[in-house]
């Protein structure tokens, strides 16, 4: 995998790159569908490869483990062929669910011991087998095995959990020199830089993580109920310790603002599960301004739901297939949302090459972010 930087911000520290992966080009900054089960939500490949214009999208290594489970996986030959997706793609590693599972798991220094929400039966991922599953999935870009910290926690914990996390790492690079990419095209394993809003901690974690010398790297243990502010200084933070030739990933992060922020500190990746998870709730992103087609203001409202990305459908008939739980209500819904979505930090790398990022900030803010 190559990154390469294009062009720099010279009122911030946003970036435009070009990262080149086995199964094409990501243009950053970027935001990454996220697709749990080897799927987006409501919508198909077809439509995130050639409406929403997605160039990658994220699985999740503890869902697919589950479902369809790895022999499907590996007997289609990976992830890709599965689903039917040839641009590259992501995997978490598993960690996520050591922070989200946090009632039927057990945390050891060998690994994390799960009960499965679907039937109870008993699960173990250790870094290893959370490397040999990526490596089974065929993600062309998959992440270390850690553990996400709650929010709040004490700095003991938050520095114990960064301690063990940063142990992992050291297996799971062992893990992934010791094995090969199973279907012809490379993989690349980012670490995840963890610590809590500690600001110690966090730069003792970006040092370590960038030591590693990874293709790329992630921050992790951020948007899990912190407030904002501190979220972008922890990311301001790290970015300033994480290696500026290589892609920095900002996990799990979040709604318009937040990215376009979070690009303005230096990041270049972004994953979220809100795009599609409101659009099925009917809350839309536009680019006017954010709408609940619930209300009942666009019952009678036949002028397009976004002239730029679904023209064709009124906000009337959207509401009222929102309202019927139709299942185009979510599809239309999800294209609106994820289309937004691309197309914001596609703009942003516009103006980060016209080297007018910030003051288009600071005009497209408040348009999009709009309650109509």
Not at 6 to 34: H, N, Y
Not at 45 to 50: D, I, K, S, T
Not at 74 to 89: E, L, T
Request: proline share 5%.
């Amino acid at each position: 995998m190559k990154f390469s930087l294009i062009q720099k911000d010279a009122a911030s520290k946003a970036r435009a790159g070009v990262i080149e992966t086995g199964r094409g080009q990501i243009l950053t900054p970027i935001f990454m569908p996220v697709g749990t089960q080897g799927t987006v939500k409501s919508v198909s490949q077809e439509q995130l490869a050639e409406r929403i214009k997605a160039q990658i999208i994220l699985a999740n290594t503890y869902h697919v483990f589950l479902r369809p489970g790895l022999e499907v996986v590996n007997k289609a030959g990976g992830i890709h062929k599965f689903i039917n997706w040839d641009k590259p793609m992501l995997t978490d590693s598993g960690g996520y669910q050591v922070f989200s599972l946090s009632a039927i798991r057990k945390i050891k220094e060998e690994g994390v011991s799960f009960r499965s929400h679907l039937d109870g039966s008993k699960i173990f991922f250790s870094p290893e087998i959370a490397t040999d599953i990526q490596r089974t999935i065929g993600a062309d870009i998959f992440m270390a095995f850690d553990e996400c910290p709650p929010y709040p926690c004490e700095y003991k914990y938050a520095k114990d959990s960064m301690n063990l996390t940063h142990r992992w790492l050291q297996r799971c690079i062992t893990r992934f020199n010791e094995t090969e990419p199973l279907y012809g095209v490379e993989q690349n394993l980012f670490p995840i830089v963890q610590g809590s809003v500690y600001k110690d901690l966090r730069i003792d974690s970006a040092k370590f993580i960038a030591d590693q010398n990874m293709p790329g790297n992630a921050i992790g243990g951020l948007s899990v109920g912190e407030p904002h502010e501190q979220m972008y200084e922890m990311t301001e933070l790290v970015c300033e310790h994480l290696p500026a030739d290589k892609p920095r990933y900002l996990m799990g992060v979040g709604t318009p603002e937040n990215i376009l922020e979070c690009i303005a500190l230096g990041i270049d990746m972004f994953d979220c599960v809100m795009p599609t998870r409101n659009a099925r709730h009917g809350f839309l992103f536009t680019s006017k301004g954010i709408i609940n087609i619930k209300n009942e203001k666009w019952k009678h409202d036949y002028s397009p739901v976004d002239d730029l990305f679904t023209p064709e459908y009124s906000k009337a008939y959207l509401k009222h297939l929102i309202k019927c739980n139709e299942m185009l209500g979510a599809t239309i819904a999800s294209i609106q949302n994820l289309s937004f979505y691309l197309w914001l930090v596609g703009e942003a790398r516009q103006h980060i090459i016209a080297g007018d990022f910030m003051d288009w900030k600071k005009q497209i803010l408040p348009i999009v972010m709009n309650k109509l």
